[in-house]
């Protein structure tokens, strides 16, 4: 079976402008979360959807939006990109909504601001 | 704001000695994993504790949980250069949907 999936896997882009990253849950998983990590830093919880709703929200202006689609794929959209926004955004997917449910992590999208 | 805190935050070993890791945190918690990370790329878990278990076996790992002392540890039996990773710790918060991480211990196995 296929895991976590995300696209693209680098993405170099300059300050101010706009970016979207994508996220494949593993079939039959419901959840997506996204994570912002930092080099040399755990990661730091951004949002969480179950059943394409909105379930959680991490400290991270409103700069950062996602989305859950029908068929649960995930979109992170980040706008009025900061250098600080560089790290590596990573995407699990859970067959649950609970935090109980072990997360399966996609390889991440590494990501430069210029 | 983290909730798990690793100690060490690097550790050095030889192949096939044991490596012990420690994560302390803040708040009650409902469960506490341990995850993977190779050369900054996904995690991976390894383990799940329950804040009503006190260890869990798996494999050459195992995990204790203390809840009176908010820690836990990760031990690494026989460990082999393929285990030379970051660790992390992760614990939810008991009315939110996130997983708090700590800071990671990054242990080395030198052949």
């Known amino acids: 079976d296929a895991g976590v999936t995300q696209s693209p896997t680098h993405l170099i882009k300059t300050r101010g402008q706009h970016v979207t990253l994508r996220c494949s849950p593993i079939?039959?998983?419901?959840?997506v979360s996204w994570y912002q990590q930092v080099l040399g830093q755990g990661p730091q919880f951004i949002f969480q959807y179950y059943e394409k709703e909105e379930r959680g929200r991490g400290n991270f202006p409103d700069r950062f939006s996602a989305r859950q689609f029908p068929n649960y794929s995930s979109e992170l959209n980040v706008n009025a990109l900061l250098l600080g926004d560089s790290a590596l955004y990573l995407c699990a997917s859970s067959l649950g909504e609970g935090y109980t449910d072990t997360q399966y992590f996609g390889p991440g999208t590494r990501l430069t601001v210029l | 704001s983290q909730q798990g805190e690793e100690d060490p935050q690097a550790l050095s070993i030889q192949e096939g000695e044991n490596a012990t890791m420690n994560c302390s945190y803040k708040t009650s918690i409902n469960n506490l994993q341990w995850y993977r990370q190779n050369s900054g790329r996904g995690l991976v878990h390894l383990i799940l504790?329950?804040?009503n278990e006190r260890e869990k076996h798996s494999g050459r790992l195992r995990v204790t949980l203390d809840t009176s002392k908010k820690s836990s540890s990760l031990l690494i039996t026989a460990s082999r250069a393929a285990d030379t990773a970051s660790y992390f710790c992760a614990t939810d918060l008991d009315s939110n949907y996130q997983l708090i991480w700590g800071a990671g211990t990054k242990l080395i196995i030198k052949p």
């Open positions: 079939s039959g998983h419901k959840s």
């Open positions: 504790i329950r804040s």
